[in-house]
């Protein structure tokens, strides 16, 4: 049996948001590849030390939040909770991301875009933090102008965390950088980066499998 969604759809520059739907279920019908692994991170709430030891002590404004793949709504739920920001844009294009589950779909304090990044129109001036979750899957020939268009949304001193992969990296699509590279894209879109870890692991994914991860986490300030 397959549970009928009825939902209204608006079109708003080139991104479907969705205004009403019902609660998917268990025999909901997801295509979504990354479904499995998206309920397996729901059943562990914490986020990244470097970003959490990041916001702990940061002391700027926290009404507004972007992040960039979050379809677990794990990250929006603990900004929300724990880290007191007031609203949040969370924006994917998997169907995962309106699921009722972790956060009702009715909160005002979540917005939810389905949309690939890259085709998001970021609201110029408007967040006190930009979060890269998923940015590492962002097609790399787009990835600059992206960057520019973050440093454009966030406000003054607005801070942006993201993580990337690099070489060798099992678990994300195979889109590598090196810091170097990255650094150059940072300066150009007129980010500072004040910190960065790099880690290149034998790690166990989500869903079990071996592989290695090659990670950049990259803290930076619109300068």
């Given at each position: 049996?397959?549970?009928?969604?009825?939902?209204?759809?608006?079109?708003?520059?080139?991104?479907?948001?969705?205004?009403?739907?019902?609660?998917?279920?268990?025999?909901?019908?997801?295509t979504?590849?990354?479904?499995?692994?998206?309920?397996?991170?729901?059943?562990?709430?914490?986020?990244?030390?470097?970003?959490?030891?990041?916001?702990?002590?940061y002391?700027?404004?926290r009404?507004?939040?972007?992040?960039?793949?979050?379809?677990?709504?794990?990250?929006?739920?603990?900004?929300?909770?724990?880290?007191?920001?007031?609203?949040?844009?969370?924006?994917?294009?998997s169907?995962?991301?309106?699921?009722?589950?972790?956060?009702?779909?009715?909160?005002?304090?979540?917005?939810?875009?389905?949309?690939?990044?890259?085709?998001?129109?970021?609201?110029?001036?408007?967040?006190?933090?930009?979060?890269?979750?998923?940015?590492?899957?962002?097609p790399?020939?787009?990835?600059?102008?992206?960057?520019?268009?973050?440093?454009?949304?966030l406000?003054e001193?607005g801070?942006?965390?993201?993580t990337?992969?690099?070489?060798?990296?099992?678990?994300?699509?195979?889109?590598?950088?090196?810091?170097d590279?990255?650094?150059?894209?940072?300066?150009n879109?007129?980010?500072?980066?004040?910190?960065?870890?790099?880690?290149?692991?034998?790690?166990e994914?989500?869903?079990?499998?071996?592989?290695?991860?090659?990670?950049?986490?990259?803290?930076?300030?619109?300068?």
């Amino acid at each position: 049996m397959v549970v009928t969604r009825s939902f209204t759809l608006c079109r708003q520059v080139g991104i479907w948001r969705v205004n009403n739907m019902e609660k998917f279920g268990n025999t909901f019908e997801n295509t979504d590849p990354w479904r499995e692994a998206i309920l397996v991170e729901r059943k562990h709430l914490h986020m990244e030390k470097m970003l959490k030891h990041i916001l702990d002590s940061y002391e700027g404004e926290r009404k507004n939040a972007l992040v960039l793949g979050d379809a677990s709504l794990v990250q929006s739920l603990l900004l929300l909770e724990k880290q007191k920001f007031e609203h949040i844009v969370d924006v994917d294009s998997s169907p995962s991301l309106m699921d009722d589950d972790i956060i009702s779909i009715n909160d005002p304090r979540l917005e939810r875009v389905l949309s690939d990044f890259d085709k998001y129109d970021l609201p110029v001036d408007s967040f006190d933090l930009v979060y890269g979750k998923s940015i590492a899957f962002n097609p790399k020939e787009t990835t600059p102008l992206l960057l520019e268009k973050i440093s454009q949304s966030l406000k003054e001193s607005g801070l942006f965390y993201a993580t990337w992969a690099g070489e060798g990296d099992s678990f994300r699509e195979g889109i590598y950088y090196s810091f170097d590279e990255l650094k150059r894209m940072y300066e150009n879109s007129n980010l500072a980066i004040f910190e960065k870890q790099i880690k290149d692991i034998p790690m166990e994914g989500l869903l079990g499998g071996k592989g290695r991860a090659h990670t950049i986490k990259i803290a930076a300030r619109k300068k």
